[in-house]
């Protein structure tokens, strides 16, 4: 349960790097594996991807850190004196 708090703590930056994996590797202007391979491997991929965006939460949880686009988008609302 902690790991699905650490994703959901980080939400943003975990939705990104998702994005920033998978676009790249499965849409038409990247590598184009979504038109290659089925079902089954591309749920593999995915799956392996959210498992990675876990990991990268706990670690950040775990040494107390926020995720990364949380720090700048507070920063882009609150401005630089606000402390993250």
């Keep these: 349960m902690r790991s699905v708090s650490a994703v959901g ?9 998702q994005s920033v994996i998978l676009a790249p590797l499965l849409g038409a202007w990247g590598l184009g594996l979504g038109a290659r391979i089925g079902t089954a ?4 991929l995915a799956v392996g991807v959210w498992a990675l965006s876990i990991a990268c939460a706990v ?11 949380e720090v700048v988008l507070r920063r882009l609302t609150y401005g630089s004196r606000h402390r993250t």
């Excluded at 703590?9 to 990104?16: F, G, P, T, V």
């Excluded at 491997?41 to 593999?44: L, N």
């Excluded at 670690?59 to 686009?69: E, K, N, T, V, Y």
């Design 59 to 69: 670690a950040l949880a775990r040494a107390g850190r926020r995720g990364p686009f």
């Design 41 to 44: 491997p591309a749920y593999a």
């Design 9 to 17: 703590e980080r939400s943003l930056s975990c939705y990104l790097l």
